[in-house]
């Protein structure tokens, strides 16, 4: 079981916006600004799309974007294309003994 | 354009030590303030954090992991390495290597590794 809480699926037409949530606790998200985004497709290394609650590294679309509101942070998706079908994973800092906790990941279909 | 990339034995017998480098091109391993970690993704499973070694060699590591995992810094081959100890069926997975701690921004390929006897 992981620490943080994702739905296992999500889907949305092309065009449309998704928002993706991820739970956590006040030990990790509620506690601090360090929640991460990661995109992955099939047979490949994970790549980061938010860092920080809501911070985008360059070359990251800003179709992408953070938020958090008490012990949940959410991913936002908008103007879905095709290339967005992956699997996403948060993450968050979870303090000095536990360090970093990852999300289960949720499944996004672009239908 | 710093690369990371993963080696070391693909098939582990257990309950022997499992062994992986990351080596860094492109860059210096010892250049600005960056920590280095490994994390795991079991087959058909999510990712799991290792740890992580900081710069001045402080290490952090999950706390499910702790006893059995140590990551070590070599600056004169600019790489980083993971050792996991004891390794069973459940330490099947494929592991990247990757810089940064909070969050990752340089990500190797992966490698597989199987344990099985």
């Known amino acids: 079981q992981s620490a943080l809480t994702q739905p296992p699926s999500a889907s949305g037409s092309p065009g449309q916006s998704v928002t993706i949530p991820c739970t956590g606790t006040?030990?990790?998200?509620?506690?601090?600004?360090?929640v991460s985004w990661y995109q992955q497709h099939p047979d490949k290394a994970p790549k980061v799309i938010i860092y920080?609650?809501?911070k985008r590294p360059s070359g990251v679309p800003d179709r992408f974007s953070g938020s958090k509101s008490g012990n949940t942070a959410s991913l936002t998706v908008s103007g879905l294309q095709a290339e967005d079908e992956a699997d996403y994973y948060c993450?968050?800092?979870?303090?000095?003994?536990?360090?970093?906790?990852f999300g289960g990941g949720t499944k996004l279909t672009v239908l | 354009q710093v690369q990371l990339q993963e080696s070391g034995s693909r098939l582990v017998k257990p309950p022997q030590t499992l062994s992986l480098t990351c080596g860094v091109s492109?860059?210096?391993?010892?250049?600005?303030?960056?920590?280095w970690s490994w994390i795991r993704q079991p087959p058909g499973r999510g990712l799991e954090w290792i740890g992580y070694?900081?710069?001045?060699?402080?290490?952090n590591y999950n706390p499910s992991l702790k006893s059995r995992v140590t990551i070590s810094l070599d600056r004169f081959k600019n790489q980083f390495s993971l050792k996991v100890t004891s390794a069973t069926a459940a330490d099947t997975a494929v592991y990247f290597c990757?810089?940064?701690?909070?969050?990752?921004?340089?990500w190797g390929q992966g490698t597989p590794v199987t344990v099985s006897s």
């Open positions: 990757g810089r940064g701690a909070t969050f990752i921004d340089k």
């Open positions: 492109g860059g210096s391993i010892s250049s600005g303030s960056y920590s």
């Open positions: 070694i900081q710069q001045s060699g402080t290490t």
């Open positions: 006040s030990g990790d998200v509620g506690a601090y600004d360090y």
């Open positions: 920080e609650v809501n």
């Open positions: 993450s968050s800092y979870a303090g000095h003994e536990n360090f970093v906790v």
